[in-house]
């Protein structure tokens, strides 16, 4: 398993390095559209191999990765410029939107998924007490929010990519010029959002964690942060294991 901080690196490389080095170095060599549809499916290579074959943990989140993934490939032979292709390098942004405030109208947030991951309950009764235990009011109000705030950088991004996609690639598809803009565009969004991203999960997490944690009486001389999250919901009552239950 990749640490965050590889992970975060691997991003940055194959999502923003190797397809400007593409766009910039092989469109000369072999066209600009070839070179173009190259550098739009390295990074939905990499995704889809870290996902399905290195990682493969197939979950809500994997599965909705992996969608907008797929998606961004289609994309990629949408031949397109001007706001046209402002809108749909800003496509997958718009899906995560609609995914995390979606996620809060029908009051799933998405954080609960993310949680879920964190936490891996593999039973009934583990999945029922991690819910009693994000429902509590006050728990239950920082995973709305964190689902928001990510909802919102989302939103932010989107906004943004779609502002510098329409001033900056200007020249018609199929050009070497066009190549050169997508490349300075990804130069900005891909490496600046990707960074953005991680500090917002990291703020995320922590605010979630701390929350967690403190929704539990303080137990003297331990840290709860140190105690397994299950016996602290086996101490709360919300965890009764089936050979306890019968």
Same mark, same amino acid.
């Given at each position: 398993?990749?640490?965050?901080?590889?992970?975060?690196?691997?991003?940055?490389?194959?999502?923003?390095?190797?397809?400007?080095?593409?766009?910039?170095n092989?469109?000369?060599?072999?066209?600009?559209?070839? !070179?173009? %549809? *190259?550098?739009?499916?390295? /990074?939905v290579? +990499?995704?889809?191999? =870290?996902? $399905?074959?290195?990682?493969? @943990?197939?979950?809500?989140?994997?599965?909705?990765?992996?969608?907008t993934?797929?998606?961004?490939?289609?994309?990629?032979?949408?031949f397109?410029?001007?706001?046209?292709?402002?809108?749909?390098?800003t496509?997958?942004?718009?899906?995560?939107?609609?995914?995390?405030?979606?996620?809060?109208?029908?009051?799933?947030?998405m954080?609960?998924?993310?949680? !879920?991951? %964190? *936490?891996?309950?593999?039973? /009934?009764?583990? +999945?029922?007490a991690? =819910?009693? $235990?994000?429902?509590?009011? @006050?728990?239950?109000?920082?995973?709305?929010?964190?689902?928001?705030?990510?909802?919102?950088?989302?939103?932010?991004f989107?906004?943004?990519?779609?502002?510098?996609?329409?001033?900056?690639?200007?020249?018609?598809?199929?050009?070497s010029?066009f190549?050169?803009?997508?490349?300075?565009?990804?130069?900005?969004?891909?490496?600046?959002?990707?960074?953005?991203?991680?500090a917002?999960?990291?703020?995320?997490f922590?605010?979630?964690?701390s929350?967690?944690?403190?929704?539990?009486?303080?137990?003297?001389?331990?840290?709860?942060?140190e105690?397994?999250?299950?016996?602290?919901?086996?101490?709360?009552?919300?965890?009764?294991?089936?050979?306890?239950?019968g």
């Amino acid at each position: 398993m990749k640490s965050p901080l590889v992970k975060l690196i691997l991003d940055i490389v194959m999502g923003a390095a190797v397809p400007i080095l593409i766009l910039n170095n092989l469109t000369p060599v072999i066209g600009p559209p070839p !070179a173009y %549809v *190259f550098a739009a499916l390295v /990074p939905v290579g +990499y995704v889809l191999v =870290d996902t $399905l074959v290195i990682s493969r @943990r197939f979950n809500a989140i994997t599965t909705y990765v992996a969608l907008t993934t797929i998606m961004q490939g289609v994309l990629a032979f949408w031949f397109v410029d001007g706001w046209r292709y402002a809108l749909k390098d800003t496509a997958g942004l718009i899906v995560a939107v609609l995914i995390f405030f979606g996620s809060l109208a029908l009051g799933k947030p998405m954080m609960l998924f993310f949680l !879920a991951q %964190v *936490f891996q309950p593999d039973t /009934p009764r583990k +999945y029922a007490a991690m =819910d009693a $235990l994000l429902r509590k009011p @006050r728990v239950w109000r920082v995973v709305q929010a964190t689902t928001a705030l990510i909802g919102v950088q989302n939103l932010a991004f989107a906004v943004v990519n779609f502002s510098l996609n329409l001033s900056i690639v200007t020249a018609s598809f199929g050009s070497s010029a066009f190549n050169s803009q997508v490349a300075q565009v990804n130069g900005i969004t891909r490496v600046a959002f990707t960074l953005i991203s991680f500090a917002v999960f990291v703020l995320a997490f922590f605010w979630l964690y701390s929350t967690i944690y403190r929704s539990f009486p303080p137990q003297e001389g331990k840290d709860l942060t140190e105690v397994d999250i299950w016996d602290l919901l086996r101490g709360e009552g919300l965890l009764v294991e089936e050979a306890q239950a019968g």
